[in-house]
């Protein structure tokens, strides 16, 4: 069994625990450099959680319409939290907006479940509004953040949270996984893996966009 996220074992297999077990935290921060598979991670953790046919404890289906929906970001019961673009911040009214979501029993999943995009760049007062949440979460509620790194973050965010620190995978390893799961090239399979620095999700946008 497995989630299909590559380089991250560990995470997984703590996630999936949490997932089927009865281990679930409220609040989740995944911590790491852009294009390692922050985001990929938190949608199989929303996927294990509100599967309605899991294969085993922790092992979603991934073929159901509740499956399918999550990894579309388009499930009613998943909010999606994320800057305007780039150079913006996440604001304090974007927070109040998902604490009043939240408040509410799920649509027609186990959770709510909220995935709060690069949440080092929200404004202090969105971090100030989200602690109240994080301190009152209801218990159908599971917060996952992404960050690039703590730094800019509340202490009382990051201790409220289970932190997972996700790291790339050596060059040399990301260049034997494309070879292997995507059947590139190995001369290929090395350079992206250099120039991507071991981030899986970024060797695979390069790949994408030659450009």
Request: glycine residues 6%; aromatic residues 4%; positive net charge.
């Amino acid at each position: 069994m497995t989630w299909h996220i590559y380089g991250h074992d560990w995470a997984v297999k703590l996630l999936r625990a949490h997932a089927g077990g009865d281990k679930l935290r409220h609040a989740y921060l995944l911590v790491g450099p852009q294009g390692v598979g922050r985001r990929s991670l938190a949608l199989r953790f929303a996927q294990a959680l509100n599967c309605p046919k899991p294969i085993a404890p922790g092992q979603p289906c991934m073929t159901c319409r509740t499956c399918r929906q999550t990894a579309a970001m388009q499930l009613p019961d998943l909010s999606v939290i994320s800057a305007d673009g780039e150079g913006s911040t996440i604001k304090v009214e974007q927070i109040r907006e998902l604490g009043r979501t939240l408040s509410l029993t799920p649509y027609e999943a186990r959770t709510r479940f909220a995935l709060l995009l690069n949440f080092d760049s929200a404004t202090i007062s969105a971090q100030n509004a989200l602690l109240k949440t994080l301190e009152e979460a209801p218990p159908h509620v599971v917060l996952v953040l992404t960050a690039l790194t703590t730094d800019t973050l509340l202490s009382t965010i990051v201790s409220r949270c289970e932190v997972l620190r996700l790291r790339p995978l050596a060059p040399e390893a990301l260049a034997d996984l494309l070879v292997s799961r995507w059947s590139l090239v190995p001369e290929n399979a090395r350079l992206l893996a250099h120039l991507s620095s071991g981030r899986v999700g970024e060797a695979l946008r390069l790949y994408e966009d030659p450009q």
